[in-house]
């Protein structure tokens, strides 16, 4: 149902009234209508009716036209005014217009008051739409706990609310223009210069993490700004609205947190190098002394056996027993050390260690190997320990998870990094196994890389295997 327009019209002409009456009928517009037929009622019919237009002949009053018009727009505030009038004086329509006149009629043209009413009507709603949103934005930018502020096409600044002022110290005229600039932290501020720039040049989004430093008290805050670019309806470029969010709090707990994990990295590689130490001197210590005092015993042992030889047969057989028992620690020895720290590993190398380990694997296993390696490759002796242990670690969750038939490995050079990759034909890793916190394998793998700005990428595929690759620079990062 159309909803009836308030009209109070003003005119003391009959005819005029009845001219009027007729035009509306023909309009089809559905309203209500108040006619007075002097100002002296005016203010009280505007309390009672409060009309959505007024319609008024100037002529009413013995007043100047423009003056007429100037008390009545005093009276009816923001209603909009309609003159209706017959005379036809371009000067006189002007200066009614000019003094707050929404739109002029010409009794002589009566036809036009239907249409020039809704226009009315239509034009008051969005004044009213746009008064109310003013107000809302003005609203929600003074209790917003973040900092806004609006920018033109060229990217200057034309509003800050409160909030924003807050953050940074800045008042409204100290920001205008590109004085917000003047916030940002000098370390940063050619940087968010740059950026802003680029934006408002390539008409996108902004996005960035900054400092600011607020100079009346000497404080130094981390913000988060963001602005999004407003679009005409013809697609230019109509400015930005954006906010700044004080994230210090988070920033500083970021900043402690990596000051914590790189302690932590540092620790772990101390203690990681502090046991290859230790391993190395033990595998020497059980090697040289140890092994060279069961060898001694064992000459000794033989020796005896040599002068025994008519003795009696039980004592030739435990002297027996205990030159092979000899035999047998010595081995174990050997192996025990080895498996500390393989001294192929520094005698010859990478490559050496690797085939060695996987042949040693493969023989204990039944698993297949194939190898790929570049044997000129020179690596340092660190970055040489930290590839041989996670490539045992790798063979050692081939045996124990990925039920492969065969596993193929390669070692090469790439630019300034080392590449290490171990394929193997299982079941292939899952992503939940790679995610349980409980893989300190894995992680001690990622740890060891990490330790050389280095990196380790474990991805499976369900029962087509698993590929492990390793990447560990020749030199440490200038970054």
């Known amino acids: 149902m159309t909803k009836s327009i308030r009209i109070l019209f003003i005119e003391n002409k009959q005819e005029s009234i009845a001219l009027f009456t007729n035009e509306m009928r023909k309009s089809g517009l559905e309203y209500e209508i108040r006619h007075l037929t002097s100002f002296d009622l005016i203010p009280e019919a505007v309390e009672e009716f409060s009309p959505e237009v007024v319609i008024v002949d100037f002529n009413i009053a013995e007043l100047k036209p423009s003056d007429t018009i100037t008390i009545l727009k005093n009276m009816v505030a923001a209603t909009p005014l309609i003159i209706y009038s017959d005379m036809l004086n371009e000067e006189v329509v002007v200066e009614c217009m000019r003094s707050g006149a929404t739109d002029y009629v010409f009794k002589q043209h009566s036809a036009r008051l239907g249409p020039a009413i809704g226009s009315a009507i239509d034009k008051r709603r969005v004044q009213e739409e746009l008064r109310l949103s003013k107000e809302r934005f003005n609203t929600l930018a003074k209790v917003s706990t973040v900092g806004i502020f609006l920018a033109s096409a060229d990217g200057f600044y034309l509003y800050v609310n409160e909030r924003w002022s807050d953050i940074t110290g800045l008042s409204y005229d100290q920001a205008f223009g590109d004085g917000f600039l003047t916030a940002v932290h000098s370390h940063d501020r050619k940087r968010v210069r740059t950026e802003w720039h680029r934006c408002v040049r390539e008409q996108t989004p902004f996005q960035s993490e900054y400092r600011i430093f607020r100079e009346s008290d000497k404080k130094e805050l981390w913000v988060m700004g963001q602005a999004l670019p407003e679009i005409n309806t013809d697609g230019s470029l109509a400015g930005f609205v954006g906010t700044i969010t004080d994230i210090t709090e988070r920033m500083l707990a970021e900043i402690e947190i990596d000051s914590s994990r790189k302690q932590l990295r540092a620790l772990t590689v101390r203690l990681q190098n502090i046991r290859e130490e230790e391993r190395t001197h033990i595998a020497r210590e059980i090697h040289d002394d140890l092994g060279q005092a069961l060898t001694g015993l064992k000459m000794d042992l033989v020796w005896m056996n040599n002068k025994m030889q008519s003795s009696d047969e039980a004592v030739q057989k435990r002297l027996k027993a205990m030159i092979e028992l ?123 890389a990490a330790s050389f700005n280095g990196e380790v990428n474990v991805i499976g595929v369900p029962n087509k295997g698993t590929t492990v690759r390793v990447r560990i620079p020749l030199a440490e990062s200038s970054s």
């Open 326 to 448: 000899a035999d047998a620690t010595i081995h174990k020895v050997r192996k025990l050390a080895t498996d500390l720290r393989p001294g192929i590993l520094d005698d010859i190398g990478l490559a050496a260690a690797i085939e060695w380990q996987g042949k040693d694997f493969s023989e204990r296993t039944g698993i297949e190997f194939s190898f790929h390696l570049d044997e000129q490759l020179q690596i340092d002796e660190k970055r040489t320990t930290a590839f041989f242990r996670i490539f045992q670690e790798s063979l050692t969750n081939v045996i124990r998870h990925a039920q492969a038939k065969n596993v193929t490995i390669s070692l090469r050079k790439d630019g300034s990094n080392v590449i290490l990759t171990i394929e193997d034909d299982g079941r292939g890793i899952a992503q939940n196994e790679l995610a349980n916190p409980r893989s300190v394998g894995i992680l001690g793998m990622k740890e060891r």
